[in-house]
């Protein structure tokens, strides 16, 4: 017999008035409002969350992804018992443990000791069972110094550290994170993120509410849209992330213009840049698109994995060389790097007018993390000339894979500035003695 799903949220909705709570309203007057309150008042109201409904088997990780202001967050309260939804229903079978808030539970005038022994009671353990885990709260928050100081006087990492070893040390059956992992250096999101894997090992069901796509990504299995209080997407992390980012992002994998049957069939996609940017006297860009290993158009790439730019286009005649170019940017516009046709099978020279077909591949290990733009180039080399640019033609979204170590970040906990993050090959050579012979020789990338 199946076992039931450890969360089931059924047409789940939560309505708060606006202005209801000003100043200088008596209490009696915000009752007298919320008593009378009719349907034609709608517009005093916002609906977080509105008919939403959802189950979660045990042991799944749940990425929750939405803007600010989408309804994450009052999901999780609700789920949490925090606040009560104002219609639907939530069935939670085993023992939450949910950090909302960097925090959330402590009281400042108390010390970090006594900040676990009351966020721990208040989630149903005994003082025996809390003096079972103390030692080893205290050693995954790397806070033996500062235990017995008031939390009034910690930094809002080190609230950080604290709640969320409190929170992964509770053995919760279900454990909610809402952008928490944001305060703290990547050090500890590591060992927060090996943590949480390590609970849902062991069938342990994970919702997680955040704005890094990496993240959720790489460590959750499925994930749930939610735009305006509702769900617009809940499906496999990749293709839901790959919507995501489609939408709020702008993310572009491909652009072209449609071609008459018969010419250049299958080489177009959808009309994304009107078709005078894409044309000029000696040729016309016919399409351009982001390519995974298998060939397919794709919106997100994993580090270590190939990323292929394919270039459609035409020339009309005539004796001038036209040879594509492409330009990478990251989001913040900086400049990754310029690459120009060098392709040794059919070097630059005259071209006879018809339709060309080039591909670009960019070795894996190569992009940073982040969104890249790719700027497009139909150019005459000697002497230099351009013909026809489209900048920004098309974009896509570069996440770490699920293993960072066999990407260039390897045991590294920091982030990696800059547009590049090439993976390179190291030797080391290994002696025992100051000036003697080498013991070990040791190749890695």
Same mark, same amino acid.
């Given at each position: 017999?199946?076992?039931?799903?450890?969360?089931?949220?059924?047409?789940?909705?939560?309505?708060?008035?606006?202005?209801?709570?000003?100043?200088?309203?008596?209490?009696?007057?915000?009752?007298?409002?919320?008593?009378?309150?009719? @349907?034609?008042?709608?517009?005093?109201?916002?609906?977080?969350?509105?008919?939403?409904?959802?189950?979660?088997?045990?042991?799944?990780?749940?990425?929750?992804?939405?803007?600010?202001?989408?309804?994450?967050?009052?999901?999780?309260?609700?789920?949490?018992?925090?606040?009560?939804?104002?219609?639907?229903?939530?069935?939670?079978?085993?023992?939450?443990?949910?950090?909302?808030?960097?925090?959330?539970?402590?009281?400042?005038?108390?010390?970090?000791?006594?900040?676990?022994?009351?966020?721990?009671?208040?989630?149903?353990?005994?003082?025996?069972?809390?003096?079972?885990?103390?030692?080893?709260?205290?050693?995954?928050?790397?806070?033996?110094?500062?235990?017995?100081?008031?939390?009034? @006087?910690?930094?809002?990492?080190?609230?950080?550290?604290?709640?969320?070893?409190?929170?992964?040390?509770?053995?919760?059956?279900?454990?909610?994170?809402?952008?928490?992992?944001?305060?703290?250096?990547?050090?500890?999101?590591?060992?927060?993120?090996?943590?949480?894997?390590?609970?849902?090992?062991?069938?342990?069901?994970?919702?997680?509410?955040?704005?890094?796509?990496?993240?959720?990504?790489?460590?959750?299995?499925?994930?749930?849209?939610?735009?305006?209080?509702?769900?617009?997407?809940?499906?496999?992390?990749?293709?839901?992330?790959?919507?995501?980012?489609?939408?709020?992002?702008?993310?572009?994998?491909?652009?072209?213009?449609?071609?008459?049957?018969?010419?250049?069939?299958?080489?177009?996609?959808?009309?994304?840049?009107?078709?005078?940017?894409?044309?000029?006297?000696?040729?016309?860009?016919?399409?351009?698109?982001?390519?995974?290993?298998?060939?397919?158009?794709?919106?997100?790439?994993?580090?270590?994995?190939?990323?292929?730019?394919?270039?459609?286009?035409?020339?009309?005649?005539?004796?001038?060389?036209?040879?594509?170019?492409?330009?990478?940017?990251?989001?913040?516009?900086?400049?990754?790097?310029?690459?120009?046709?060098?392709?040794?099978?059919?070097?630059?020279?005259?071209?006879?007018?018809?339709?060309?077909?080039?591909? @670009?591949?960019?070795?894996?290990?190569?992009?940073?993390?982040?969104?890249?733009?790719?700027?497009?180039?139909?150019?005459?080399?000697?002497?230099?000339?351009?013909?026809?640019?489209?900048?920004?033609?098309?974009?896509?979204?570069?996440?770490?894979?699920?293993?960072?170590?066999?990407?260039?970040?390897?045991?590294?906990?920091?982030?990696?500035?800059?547009?590049?993050?090439?993976?390179?090959?190291?030797?080391?050579?290994?002696?025992?003695?100051?000036?003697?012979?080498?013991?070990?020789?040791?190749?890695?990338?």
């Amino acid at each position: 017999m199946p076992r039931p799903p450890a969360l089931e949220v059924s047409r789940l909705s939560k309505r708060y008035r606006l202005g209801a709570e000003a100043h200088g309203v008596p209490a009696i007057g915000r009752w007298w409002r919320r008593r009378h309150a009719t @349907a034609a008042d709608d517009s005093a109201f916002v609906w977080a969350l509105k008919d939403v409904s959802f189950h979660v088997a045990e042991g799944e990780r749940i990425g929750i992804i939405g803007r600010n202001g989408a309804g994450k967050s009052t999901l999780l309260k609700i789920l949490s018992r925090v606040t009560h939804p104002t219609c639907g229903r939530a069935v939670i079978r085993g023992r939450i443990a949910s950090l909302l808030e960097v925090g959330t539970g402590f009281n400042d005038d108390l010390s970090g000791r006594e900040n676990v022994y009351l966020n721990a009671a208040l989630h149903g353990l005994d003082r025996s069972e809390i003096d079972a885990r103390y030692r080893d709260i205290v050693a995954f928050a790397e806070l033996a110094r500062f235990m017995e100081a008031p939390v009034k @006087a910690y930094s809002s990492g080190m609230r950080m550290r604290l709640a969320f070893a409190v929170a992964a040390h509770l053995d919760p059956d279900i454990l909610m994170l809402d952008e928490v992992l944001a305060v703290g250096d990547m050090s500890f999101q590591r060992k927060c993120l090996a943590r949480m894997n390590e609970l849902t090992s062991e069938g342990r069901t994970l919702l997680f509410v955040s704005h890094s796509m990496d993240a959720v990504t790489r460590f959750c299995d499925r994930c749930i849209w939610l735009e305006s209080g509702q769900i617009r997407k809940d499906g496999p992390v990749e293709e839901v992330v790959t919507g995501y980012l489609r939408r709020v992002l702008g993310i572009r994998p491909a652009i072209g213009a449609a071609e008459p049957p018969g010419t250049t069939a299958g080489f177009a996609t959808s009309v994304d840049v009107a078709r005078e940017e894409l044309e000029c006297d000696v040729a016309r860009i016919v399409c351009v698109k982001v390519l995974d290993e298998n060939g397919s158009v794709a919106s997100t790439v994993a580090v270590d994995r190939p990323i292929q730019i394919e270039i459609r286009y035409q020339i009309f005649g005539g004796d001038t060389a036209v040879d594509p170019a492409l330009h990478f940017r990251r989001e913040d516009r900086t400049l990754a790097f310029v690459v120009a046709y060098t392709d040794a099978v059919r070097p630059s020279g005259n071209r006879r007018a018809g339709h060309y077909r080039v591909v @670009a591949t960019v070795p894996p290990n190569l992009l940073n993390v982040g969104v890249y733009s790719v700027g497009v180039a139909l150019e005459s080399p000697d002497p230099m000339h351009r013909h026809l640019v489209v900048d920004d033609a098309i974009s896509f979204h570069v996440h770490e894979p699920t293993d960072p170590t066999t990407t260039a970040r390897g045991r590294y906990g920091r982030e990696f500035p800059g547009p590049v993050r090439p993976r390179l090959e190291w030797e080391t050579e290994f002696s025992t003695a100051a000036c003697s012979t080498t013991v070990a020789t040791e190749r890695g990338g």
